[in-house]
């Protein structure tokens, strides 16, 4: 709180016109004071508020800031300011680090194709957009980027033995009433092998992949559209791996929901997420199954 008032001599003590004064320009200190706080905090990006963030987006030719989070908007500025920058695989890398995180997605090139390629976990529908334009803007014109999102899965399979012993309710030599109770009767002593000691062979864990792989018969976008010609349908790198191609000419805008069926129409997994089509895309499907518990 700023208080002038100390700086005046004492004569003007207990004076109501002076005190008045002071009272006026103690407001008018503290209002020069926030205003200079606020362009000191709007001198920087990551502390600017919602007017001079509009600003920045409206130079930049962002149009649907307005409905965002604040701090979603300050970041996207950032990325934007920071795209001049020599594309290589190096520089793109440091971008999805701090768009996606490291560790989210693969980025790999075909240069036989001329073609970018970038399987990244799905992101929520803002982010999304985000990376989009960021790899058009930093990639060469000859370069066609394919766009391969991927839902990553895990099955767990555990073994876990457990010890009763077994007490008989009914016997020679000793009065009895049948049926009122069972012939025999369990009392569990616990575990003895526990879900957390690895004990599930190799062999065991391959045909459990084989089993569920030969299962899939088909994929269904949002309850509609189904796919059943995948690019790849097999194990890959020791993970059940489904890839197949998702074209604008299906009519879908985006898709909100994925689903994996047998054959026969059985649901085997659903999967609620965001993946917009804006341009021909292949979504990736990986399914590790392996031994351990949540």
Same mark, same amino acid.
């Given at each position: ?31 020069? !004071? ?68 490291? $560790?989210?997605?693969?980025?790999? #090139?075909?240069?036989?194709?001329? *073609? ?30 394919? !766009? ?41 002593? $616990? ?6 000691? !690895? ?6 864990? !391959? ?11 088909? #994929?269904?976008?949002?309850? *509609? ?6 690019? *790849? ?22 898709? *909100?929901?994925?689903? #994996? ?34």
């Amino acid at each position: 709180m700023i208080d002038i008032k100390p700086y005046f001599p004492s004569l003007y003590n207990n004076i109501l016109e002076i005190d008045n004064l002071v009272k006026v320009e103690n407001n008018l200190f503290e209002n020069l !004071n926030s205003e200079f706080d606020k362009a000191i905090r709007n001198e920087y990006v990551v502390t600017a508020d919602k007017e001079t963030i509009k600003r920045y987006e409206t130079l930049l030719r962002i149009t649907d800031g307005d409905d965002k989070e604040l701090s979603f908007r300050r970041q996207r500025i950032l990325n934007r300011l920071a795209m001049n920058m020599p594309f290589t695989i190096k520089a793109l890398k440091q971008k999805l680090d701090e768009l996606i995180g490291k $560790g989210n997605y693969n980025v790999f #090139v075909d240069p036989d194709r001329f *073609t970018l390629y970038v399987e990244s976990k799905i992101l929520n529908q803002v982010w999304f957009n985000e990376t989009y334009i960021t790899i058009h803007k930093m990639k060469p014109a000859n370069i066609i980027f394919v !766009n391969k999102p991927f839902i990553d899965e895990k099955i767990l399979a555990n073994e876990e033995i457990t010890l009763a012993q077994r007490e008989y309710n009914y016997r020679l030599g000793s009065t009895w009433i049948l049926g009122t109770l069972p012939f025999k009767s369990l009392h569990q002593k $616990g575990a003895i092998k526990l879900k957390e000691n !690895n004990s599930i062979q190799d062999y065991f864990i !391959n045909e459990l992949k084989n089993f569920a792989l030969n299962k899939i018969g088909y #994929v269904k976008f949002n309850n *509609t559209k189904v796919i059943n010609e995948f690019i *790849t349908k097999n194990i890959v790198d020791g993970k059940l791996t489904l890839e197949y191609a998702v074209l604008k000419s299906f009519g879908l805008t985006e898709i *909100t929901k994925v689903d #994996v069926y047998t054959p026969d129409n059985n649901l085997l997994t659903s999967i609620n997420l965001y993946v917009p089509i804006i341009e021909d895309l292949e979504l990736k499907h990986v399914i590790n199954i392996e031994e351990g518990v949540n």
